[in-house]
Structure formats: structure tokens, C-alpha cells
């Protein structure tokens, strides 16, 4: 008996029908990023260890997938695109002072065995864009973002925006250390409101930092949530924030894009190294977020290069997932046919598949086995999803099965 073999923990297999959903819609994510002038990249699929190290603020260590090469150096498959582009807008573009804008498509690998059942292995579609500070360049990447649900046939979804240098303002006036700053961060991304006021009951701080820094959880809301944040604070930093997320989303109106955008101060980012506009984009089906992105001004220091950048990756097997459970058809650009023909049909059959594809037809060419009946093959015709189903008989004569 054959034994059958399956895939490890964490990844999984895209074929047929799926396959082909997947990548026409990778193909409108992609023309949208084309669209606005963003250049295709592509970096190796392992990087040194050191490109992610705990400076950097990138996927936690313990998460990596690490292993050693013959010189006894530690390499990682790339749990996230961000510092590796870093890297080379570094390296080959050390002395652009212009912006920079690039584009990719990647699969990341984060082994995180606190979330059991999940995939180790994602798909990522994203664009960072460097070397501009402005806040033009965060509406781009937020209209890019919304732009690109909406192409891939999103109708209900919603990017909730936050800024981290609120965040960084307050627990700087609170005099906080870097591990008390980590707590913080993962009880407030946490949506934990008991856990964040039992933990800064420990602390001694000012009542007001205090206060403001409870009250961020619930910070979410239209544009009305920036005015109610500006009264808790005179901290310059926060107010700063503030009015950067302001100046974002009246650009964002030009884009005609607001609606798609909501208020989320709480939101802090996944990562360290965002310092300024960072969000999250929500859809029904899916309780991971589809896409997140942010701004990272000081990464690309950290590579030799100083520049501003901002971008977002779109986690596209969460973006599938949406698709599917909200009954989202993707439909391909051209007709799926199979052509059925009898053994002595052969020129014939050939000759006729080739003007159907010059028309741009998907046109598969079927020799029909004698042991098989008809109903075999319109049965594996629909398990393919096809459009039509067309059978070359003996006779020079055509019958559509389907």
C-alpha cells in the first residue's frame, strides 16, 4: 500500500481552481502597484540573522527559522520584507537623494508556535516608498492599499490608521524603560483594558500620562476621535502625531478614499520600527488583518542609508480567505474550454484549438479513451470549473457537452 505524504505543520498546497483565483488576483494587486509607478523587486529568500536582529525591531528571534551555512554563519528564511528592501535601497542606492519605489511579491516564514493551526508560511504582496517624509507619501500608500482591495473585488473592508509617535510621546513623558514600553505595547495592541490599567497601577507616573495612556484602547473612531486624543495631551510629540494624521487624511479625500479609513490610536504595529503612520485593514471572514503598514523612518539608518519610508504588505492568503468566505467570485479574463476529440480528429482538432486561442481562449486539448464515457469527462470538465466543453466526433461533427 502507498504510503501518502503529507506537508509539514504550517504550510500548505494551492493547486487547481484555487491556484488560479490566486494568481489572477495577485495580477490586479499587481497593475494597481504598476499603476502608481512602484518597480518590481526581488530579494533571497534567506538573509544573514543579523538583518533581523532584535535592533532592528523586526519578527521576535524565537519566531525565525534559523540555520547555519558552511562558514558557520546563521541565515533565516525571511519572516518579513521590510529590512531586506531596506537593505538593498542601502546598498544601490546609497547616494539617490530622489524617492525610491518598489514593489514585491514574496512568501515570509515566521515559525510562531503560540498561534497553533496557523500558516508558517505566508504570501505577501507590498510597497515601501523611500526617501520622502512627506505626508503625501503616506496617503500614497494608504490609497494604494484600498485601491488594491477594492481592485481584488473587496467591497466591505475598513484600514484602521493609528500614529506611533503618540504612543512614543506619552510613555517618554511617563519616563518608562524600553521592557516596561514592550509590556505596554503588547497589552494596549492587545485591546487588554484591565491588563494595561493593573499594569500601570504598578508604575509611578503622572495622573494625566496616566489617564491618556488608559484611555488609548478606546481612542478609535471617524476623525472626531483626533480632536477628543488633543485634549488629553500637551505633550509635543503626541500633538504632532495628531496633526500629521490629520494632514494624511484630508490628502486622503482627494484620493476619494476617506471613507475606507478610520481612527485608531491604540493601534501600535506589530514591529518596533514604525515611527510614525502605522495601520491595519479589517474585513469581514478573516479575524487577522489583511494588510498592515506603517511608516519606519529610522530602518534604513540602521543599513548606512538615511532616508524616511513608509509602505505595506498585503497578506495574501488572508486576503483569499475573505474572497472565499464572502462568496467573492474571481473571474478569469479569458474562457476556460476543453476540446474532446476522437483519435482520427487529431489535424482537425488542432487546427481549430489554435484559431481559439489567437481569440485569447484558455483551450485545453483532449484526446477521448475509448473506456471513458462522456459523463466522465463533463464530470471532470465542471470539477475544473470550465466554460464550455466541446466533443469532435467521428463524423467532423461538434456537440457541446457543456
Do not use: W
Not at 250 to 270: E, Q, S
Amino acid at each position: 500500500m502507498n504510503q501518502l505524504l503529507h506537508t509539514p505543520e504550517g504550510v500548505r498546497d494551492i493547486y487547481q481552481g484555487e491556484c488560479q483565483k490566486l494568481l489572477l488576483t495577485k495580477e490586479k494587486i499587481h497593475n494597481v502597484f504598476s499603476s502608481y509607478g512602484y518597480e518590481d523587486i526581488k530579494t533571497p529568500t534567506f538573509e544573514f540573522f543579523d538583518i533581523y536582529s532584535k535592533e532592528r525591531g523586526s519578527v521576535a528571534s524565537k519566531n525565525m527559522y534559523k540555520f547555519f551555512d558552511r562558514e558557520g554563519y546563521t541565515l533565516v528564511l525571511r519572516p518579513d520584507m521590510t529590512p531586506p528592501i531596506a537593505r538593498c535601497a542601502a546598498k544601490y542606492y546609497m547616494e539617490e537623494e530622489l524617492s525610491l519605489r518598489f514593489t514585491y511579491d514574496a512568501d515570509t516564514f515566521i515559525n510562531n508556535n503560540e498561534h497553533q493551526g496557523k500558516l508558517k508560511e505566508m504570501n505577501q504582496m507590498g510597497c515601501e516608498l523611500i526617501g520622502d517624509a512627506s505626508s503625501n507619501a503616506d496617503a500614497e500608500i494608504l490609497a494604494m492599499a484600498v485601491e488594491s482591495m477594492l481592485k481584488a473585488g473587496l467591497t466591505e473592508f475598513m484600514v484602521e490608521v493609528g500614529h506611533a509617535d503618540f504612543f512614543h510621546g506619552l510613555v517618554e513623558e511617563a519616563g518608562l524603560d524600553n521592557e516596561e514600553i514592550d509590556e505596554l505595547r503588547k497589552l494596549i495592541n492587545g485591546k487588554n483594558f484591565f491588563g494595561v490599567e493593573q499594569f500601570l497601577d504598578s508604575l509611578k507616573i503622572d495622573s494625566s500620562i496616566k489617564d491618556t495612556l488608559l484611555a488609548l484602547p478606546k481612542l478609535f473612531g471617524n476623525k472626531d476621535v483626533l480632536s477628543k486624543a488633543k485634549s488629553m495631551t500637551q505633550n509635543s510629540l503626541s500633538l504632532k502625531a495628531i496633526e500629521r494624521l490629520e494632514k494624511v487624511l484630508d490628502i486622503l479625500k482627494d484620493y476619494g478614499y476617506d471613507k475606507y479609513v478610520t481612527i485608531d490610536l491604540g493601534l501600535l504595529g506589530n514591529y518596533n520600527y514604525y515611527t510614525g503612520i502605522v495601520f491595519h485593514g479589517y474585513t469581514y471572514g478573516v479575524g487577522d488583518p489583511i494588510l498592515t503598514g506603517g511608516r519606519y523612518d529610522n530602518l534604513l539608518a540602521q543599513f548606512g542609508k538615511k532616508a524616511a519610508a513608509t509602505g505595506f504588505a498585503i497578506v495574501v492568503d488572508f486576503l483569499m480567505v475573505a474572497l472565499d468566505r464572502q462568496k467573492i467570485k474571481v473571474l478569469p479574463k479569458s474562457k476556460k474550454i476543453i476540446f474532446l476529440y476522437e483519435k482520427t480528429k487529431s489535424t482537425q482538432a488542432i487546427q481549430m484549438a489554435r484559431e481559439l486561442r489567437k481569440k485569447g481562449d484558455s483551450l485545453t486539448l483532449i484526446r477521448k479513451r475509448s473506456y471513458l464515457s462522456l459523463e466522465e469527462y463533463v464530470a471532470h470538465a465542471k470539477a475544473r470549473e470550465v466554460d464550455s466543453l466541446q466533443y469532435l466526433k467521428e463524423d467532423g461533427s461538434i456537440e457541446t457537452l457543456i
